[in-house]
């Protein structure tokens, strides 16, 4: 008997028991940011040929072969893990393709193994890929019976892409994930910089990126975590603010129990700690997270939303531990030293695939030099084989006469005789050659590291190719506690509204479906005796200009003229923008997304101006001048161009000139401008427009009689002429009202007196010469005429996602 103190053997025990918790359970390996049963069950599911592009099979059955073979712990600890890795809440780039309940946001748990079914996700494979190629080590399993990896060849950066968390004994992991371009972009970057410091990939990978999105605050301490490999990222969740007296939640921080935090909120109000909340609803569905808190009053909307932020999870910290373990050594590291591990890991993944099948091809090569060399002589070789009394006999022919070893004499004898034509010898050739020429190029890439880093860079380009996506979580630069209300207000489609009252509304665009040319179109209202004046679709954080009938301008963005459905009546202009006394808004345009270049401005009397953006862009908040206007003038149309460009000025007879804006000087902010287009004295300007090669001219009249109109038919003249007709007007057709250019794959909006709306697509509309009067566009109740017509821009919904 061995007689030991019981401290010291207590102290080896749990010593042992502490690296094995840490090595075989709990920390990830560098290489492939994967624990031991993550990678036991991607490979069980490997061998098993459970691929992307196969049948699903029951859980149960991969379940079983993991734990059968390689993993000898209980079966739900392996079943929960394959559920996670399954679960698009959980992993920000799952690596197993489930079908049937894998849980839920909720915290609800997974059906039982024997009801769900997986496969590898295809990244999954991508993980594996060369596996077979004697790139990573492999060890006996638990039983000594099959041979498992130590690692994955992990083509995909698996690691920084989907983070992991983990607790050992005195130690603990918490690593967050990462947008794939972004970390393919910083892993590029390092490969071809080999100088570049942590802060330079600090500026290419700027933050996490979680799976439910939500918003991520760049602060000190994610950059510490980033430096260091420890610290902390503050998160909050979506919140919509655009419906009166809610409070609408579309995402929650990254790990945050959905009907957990419901049930906080509850509580808080219940407690009186959070006041002003009357009422809380999930409606989530398919589509999305859908958390509905109804609030008492809205003024108490900020105040409700700062509790919600200081008491529950909609705002929490996560701390970032990137521990994990370099050669079965636990290890924090920073941004830098995980980007270089992975990068080393490839490089020598690379390396050794290149050397296996430098030996694979230096074989290949040595049977077609054989048979090449039988093919040369194929009548001796033939007659010699028809001769020999057996195949041993046969071998040591070709041995002895065409100087062949054991594998190129079999090779010839096993043949088959469609291969003796000439064609056959001529592929064999080919062949010979190409496999030389891969020796080569093998070879370099075994012996040559630059050779390998261009490979690296390749395959990353490849993997953003092929899995890239969009960043689901915002980035704000600034500390979390600095709100602003512009970061909670969602970017969204809509349409801005201007009546000839001066009432002013925010209307969602999707509320202006697409019709059919003729149909009748749908509500929208301003007041009785009121009509639209104008009309602008941008995006909800888009800066709106408003042009005054005293020639001023002034700045405001979109989201904070208040959000209506298009029945609803407007607000007044002339109150949100504290306009003076018998001032009304006449034109309203969305600004430019730069500061430079000129506005083109064009009034009802006929006169044009030009003039640099670069003041109106650094206005204050009251305005400024910027057109000096008779009594009986306003402005009716205002573009912006960088350069000088062909523009077309329509008057009320239905006249177009199109001039280029070179013949019209910039000039200063108080002037009036020069003639654009000769009037009658009953005429005055409805439309103007820069117009492109490839753009139709749209007119519309009061009766809803459109057409669209080749640009070639409008020959370029010069400004202060009387222009050539561009839509015959009669009694059918009513007065001309709106003129616009657009593309075929554009949409226009058409707004009636009687406030119908109909979204019309444009190659719905006929193409016709300058002489047609038209077709019908919608079908107008008794006494209704149409009143505007806007363009849904083709890049307006890019815009407003950027």
């Not at 109000?269 to 569905?285: A, F, K, N």
């Not at 034109?587 to 006929?606: C, E, Y």
């Not at 427009?689 to 020959?715: C, D, H, M, P, W």
Request: aromatic share 4%.
């Amino acid at each position: 008997m061995d007689r030991r103190p019981i401290e010291n053997e207590i102290k080896t025990a749990y010593l042992e028991y502490a690296m094995s918790v840490i090595v075989s359970r709990a920390i990830p390996d560098v290489r492939d940011g994967l624990k031991p049963v993550q990678r036991r069950i991607l490979y069980a599911m490997n061998e098993l040929g459970f691929t992307h592009d196969k049948p699903y099979k029951k859980s149960a059955r991969i379940v079983g072969e993991t734990m059968g073979k390689y993993h000898p712990h209980g079966d739900a600890a392996i079943y929960d893990t394959l559920a996670r890795m399954a679960q698009d809440f959980s992993l920000r780039y799952p690596l197993i393709d489930g079908q049937g309940n894998f849980g839920s946001i909720d915290g609800d748990a997974p059906a039982a193994m024997r009801y769900t079914e997986a496969r590898l996700a295809r990244i999954a494979e991508d993980m594996m890929e060369d596996i077979d190629k004697e790139t990573v080590p492999f060890m006996l399993n638990f039983d000594g019976s099959l041979m498992e990896p130590q690692y994955l060849p992990a083509k995909v950066p698996n690691l920084l892409i989907n983070g992991t968390s983990g607790i050992a004994v005195g130690m603990a992991t918490n690593m967050v994930p990462h947008n794939l371009r972004e970390v393919c972009d910083a892993i590029i970057h390092r490969v071809r910089h080999h100088d570049c410091s942590v802060d330079d990939l600090i500026e290419i990978i700027k933050a996490p990126d979680f799976p439910g999105g939500g918003i991520v605050f760049r602060t000190r301490e994610l950059i510490e975590a980033y430096r260091t490999g420890k610290g902390s990222v503050k998160c909050q969740g979506e919140v919509d603010l655009s419906e009166d007296r809610k409070i609408i939640i579309t995402s929650l921080p990254y790990g945050v129990n959905k009907a957990q935090f419901i049930e906080d909120v509850a509580e808080y109000v219940r407690s009186e700690v959070i006041t002003g909340i009357t009422d809380i609803r999930d409606e989530s569905d398919r589509r999305g997270m859908r958390i509905v808190i109804k609030i008492r009053d809205e003024g108490m909307r900020d105040l409700i939303l700062n509790q919600l932020y200081e008491h529950t999870d909609l705002e929490k910290s996560i701390g970032i531990i990137n521990l994990v373990l370099v050669d079965n050594e636990p290890k924090t590291l920073n941004l830098l030293q995980l980007v270089d591990a992975y990068i080393s890991h490839r490089m020598d993944v690379i390396r050794k695939r290149a050397l296996f099948d430098l030996r694979k091809e230096t074989e290949r090569e040595h049977i077609l030099e054989g048979l090449y060399r039988a093919l040369e002589d194929i009548d001796r070789v033939i007659a010699g084989i028809r001769s020999s009394r057996d195949a041993q006999d046969a071998r040591e022919f070709l041995k002895k006469e065409l100087s062949l070893d054991d594998g190129q004499a079999q090779a010839i004898l096993d043949m088959r005789l469609q291969r003796l034509t000439s064609l056959e010898r001529e592929k064999v050739a080919s062949d010979l050659e190409e496999a030389r020429r891969r020796i080569v190029e093998l070879r370099r890439i075994s012996e040559d590291e630059e050779a390998r880093r261009q490979i690296l860079v390749s395959e990353m380009e490849e993997i953003r190719e092929r899995y890239g996506d969009e960043r689901r979580s915002m980035v704000l630069e600034r500390e979390a506690g600095t709100r602003s209300l512009e970061d909670l207000i969602p970017r969204e489609d809509d349409v801005i509204v201007l009546s000839e009252n001066g009432l002013l509304k925010r209307v969602p665009l999707q509320e202006y479906r697409s019709q059919r040319r003729g149909g009748k179109g749908s509500t929208t209202s301003v007041r009785k005796e009121d009509t639209v004046k104008s009309m602008v679709v941008c995006s909800s954080h888009d800066t709106i200009l408003y042009f005054t009938n005293t020639g001023r301008v002034l700045r405001g963005v979109a989201y904070e003229i208040e959000k209506k459905n298009k029945r609803s009546v407007g607000t007044s202009a002339g109150v949100l923008l504290h306009l003076a006394e018998g001032e009304t808004v006449t034109q309203i345009m969305r600004a430019p997304d730069t500061n430079g270049g000129f506005l083109v401005l064009v009034t009802r009397r006929g006169l044009i101006k030009k003039t640099e953006m670069k003041g109106i862009a650094e206005m204050r908040s009251s305005g400024i001048r910027i057109i000096t206007l008779t009594e009986d003038d306003e402005v009716v149309a205002v573009e912006h161009t960088e350069a000088d460009r062909n523009i077309m000025v329509v008057s009320s007879s239905g006249k177009a000139v199109m001039f280029n804006t070179s013949e019209v000087r910039p000039t200063g902010r108080t002037s009036m401008g020069v003639r654009a287009i000769r009037l009658d004295e009953k005429e005055r300007v409805i439309a103007a427009f820069f117009v492109e090669e490839g753009q139709s001219v749209l007119t519309v009249t009061e009766n809803a009689i459109g057409k669209r109109t080749s640009i070639e038919e409008f020959r370029v003249s010069h400004r202060g002429t009387s222009g050539v007709n561009a839509a015959k007007q009669n009694e059918r057709t009513g007065r001309l009202i709106k003129v616009i250019p657009v593309w075929d794959d554009s949409e226009v909006l058409i707004v009636t007196r009687n406030d119908k709306s109909i979204r019309i697509r444009v190659s719905d509309i006929r193409e016709l010469s300058r002489a047609a009067s038209g077709v019908k566009l919608m079908s107008l109740e008794e006494g209704d005429a149409v009143t505007e017509v806007s363009l849904i821009d083709r890049n307006e919904e890019e815009r407003s996602e950027e």
